[in-house]
């Protein structure tokens, strides 16, 4: 039996799970409690009237493109499971899931939502599993490689009280590459093969298929840093953005807070204040959620409208059909 498995049919170890995940939520709630009692928030809201309109407009430029590539994730799946809906429908269904998934959390956006309007539109839940999976798996491998590149290549200058250098960091970099550079030999090696997981099968994608991966959402993960670092107007170099924001990414995951709310703050005014004031990083923070994620999800509930509306003709016109038989 693997460690693993072992560790599963141990009782305390699920509870001992929960106290470690809630331990890092409290963690995060405290400091961004203690934070919140210091900041002038009427600083905070001068500081997002005070973002000039190309700045703004940039942003939101950067924002749309990030939107637009990962909407064209399930397209790879759909290449992989050769099902039948159009490339439109795909990207459509796939950028309602994203907005969501950002907004309320990957099981009710990035889950529940592809499948019900996937079913909706006619596939079968094995097909949606897998191009789920195919999408999930390009969106945590760009982190990977842009996560390892960054704490490998450019460790974050902490702040000075904090007793870690970037040592620590450059060896968690280097581990995130291998683990890439690992999934990309599997592919080389392995193309076809078929992996089952609890009861699904996987088909090893071939190495063309899963640089493609690679590109797609390392650039991606690069324009939602770009997102940030233009609305801090170069205050804090670009590398340095985008790492703090991979660490936020983890820490929104771990906790499982819908959109990260709080977290995404507390992680940057404590890993960025000791260079740029707090009220002016929190400012450039609530334009990057009205611009990344309150504004999409907008555009997504009547996307999503126009999509029940969709499905439910098509299920129509299917049982008109039946019946004329």
């Known amino acids: 039996m693997s ?30 409690l203690k ?3 210091t900041i002038d ?10 973002l000039p309109a ?9 924002a749309a ?14 290449h992989l499971t050769k099902h039948r809906l159009g490339a439109g429908t795909v990207v459509g269904v796939t950028f309602i899931s994203y907005a969501f998934n950002l907004n309320f959390g990957s099981l009710v956006g990035g889950v529940a939502f592809r499948y019900r309007l996937y079913s909706r539109l006619g596939l079968g839940n094995e097909t949606i599993t897998r191009v789920l999976g195919f999408s999930m798996l390009t969106n945590w491998l760009g982190y990977l490689v842009v996560a390892g590149a960054a704490f490998c290549f450019w ?3 902490l702040p000075p009280d904090w007793k870690i250098d970037g040592g620590g960091l450059r060896m968690l970099g280097a581990v995130l590459l291998m683990v890439s550079l690992a999934y990309l030999a599997l592919c080389a090696f392995s193309d076809g093969h078929v992996w089952r997981v609890r009861g699904h099968a996987l088909r090893t ?18 324009l939602i840093g770009g997102v940030i670092w233009v609305l801090l107007q170069g205050e804090v170099g670009y590398p340095q953005v985008l790492a703090v924001l991979l660490v936020a990414a983890v820490a929104g995951v771990v906790t499982h807070v819908p959109a990260g709310l709080g977290v995404l703050e507390a992680v940057f005014v404590a890993l960025l204040a000791h260079e740029v004031p707090s009220t002016r990083l929190l400012g450039a923070l609530l334009a990057y959620r009205a611009l990344y994620y309150l504004l999409p999800l907008a555009v997504a509930l009547v996307a999503y409208l126009v999509t029940e509306a969709r499905a439910r003709r098509l299920r129509a016109d299917a049982g008109n ?3 004329k038989r």
Do not use: K
């Open 205 to 222: 994608p071939s190495l063309p298929m899963a640089l493609l991966q690679l590109a797609m959402s390392c650039v991606n993960w690069s």
């Open 65 to 78: 493109a990030s939107f637009g590539l990962y909407s064209t994730y399930d397209l790879l799946g759909r």
């Open 321 to 323: 059909n039946h019946n």
């Open 41 to 50: 928030w009427a600083e905070v809201f001068a500081a997002l009237r005070a």
């Open 35 to 37: 934070q919140a009692r």
């Open 3 to 32: 460690a693993s498995l072992a560790l599963t049919h141990r009782p305390w170890w699920p509870w001992a799970r929960r106290v470690a995940i809630w331990a890092f939520f409290g963690a995060i709630a405290w400091l961004l």
């Open 155 to 157: 460790p974050m200058a």
């Open 54 to 62: 190309p700045t703004l407009l940039a942003a939101g430029a950067l």
